[in-house]
């Protein structure tokens, strides 16, 4: 596509449950970035892919976070067990390649309100 | 240690005011990359501008411009004639070798335009 799109837009979901939050790069992009922003906050690095792999997950905060990409494209962002901190705007970008310097084109994100 | 301080956190003007967001960063590497984005309410990030390390001729793109200072580790940005459209949440941002894939973002600057 044009632009790098996440679905769903909006989340609403009540405490314990799983979520899964999608985000599709940019057609050509090899690099995807997951990065968390809560309520008037900075930008917070969870997860980056190059290609299907997984190289730097540092950023994931606790175990209930996992990601994966399939076919070097669509990356899926899931949440088990949701807590009411989770609750933020997940954002994802996606660059040409990874490494130093490439820039990251951002999604519009997923509003994550867990209740 | 690699960090980005935006140490404005909000800034107002009225419109047509001229207006600088500072950026000060820290980095051990030689070679970085430095942003700039603008997240408008709308709340999708717009990059606006990559400078790297080797180059520290100031830019000017229409009303924006940009003063990148190693000897002081500044990157700071300057919107001329402000226009109520600039209203935004401007957020600075790193790439260097030590974070690895990661780029580091700022608290970012809030700026509000007054018609």
């Known amino acids: 596509g044009a632009g790098v799109s996440q679905s769903p837009s909006n989340k609403v979901t009540e405490k314990g449950k799983d979520v899964e939050l999608r985000c599709d790069p940019i057609?050509?992009?090899?690099?995807l970035y997951w990065y968390r922003q809560s309520l008037g906050q900075g930008l917070e690095f969870l997860i980056y892919?190059?290609?299907?792999?997984?190289?730097?997950k540092s950023g994931l905060p606790s175990d209930r976070f996992s990601a994966e990409r399939t076919g070097g494209s669509v990356s899926t962002l899931t949440i088990q067990r949701t807590q009411q901190e989770d609750s933020a705007v997940y954002l994802c970008?996606?660059?040409?390649?990874?490494?130093?310097?490439?820039?990251?084109?951002f999604g519009p994100g997923t509003r994550l309100t867990v209740l | 240690a690699q960090k980005v301080t935006q140490a404005q956190t909000e800034i107002s003007v009225v419109e047509k005011e001229d207006v600088t967001l500072d950026c000060v960063y820290e980095?051990?590497?030689?070679?970085?990359?430095l942003f700039w984005y603008k997240q408008p309410p709308s709340g999708e990030l717009v990059f606006l501008i990559r400078?790297?390390?080797?180059?520290?001729q100031n830019e000017i793109s229409g009303r924006y411009s940009w003063n990148f200072q190693k000897s002081t580790s500044s990157f700071n940005f300057t919107i001329t004639a402000s226009q109520v459209v600039d209203s935004a949440v401007y957020f600075c941002?790193?790439?260097?070798?030590?974070?690895?894939?990661?780029?580091?973002f700022g608290a970012g600057t809030r700026l509000f335009v007054k018609a």
């Open positions: 941002a790193l790439s260097d070798h030590t974070g690895g894939f990661k780029t580091i």
């Open positions: 057609s050509g992009h090899t690099a």
């Open positions: 970008a996606s660059s040409s390649e990874g490494g130093l310097g490439n820039t990251q084109y």
């Open positions: 980095t051990r590497d030689t070679t970085y990359y």
């Open positions: 400078r790297n390390s080797f180059d520290e």
């Open positions: 892919f190059q290609g299907n792999s997984a190289p730097d």
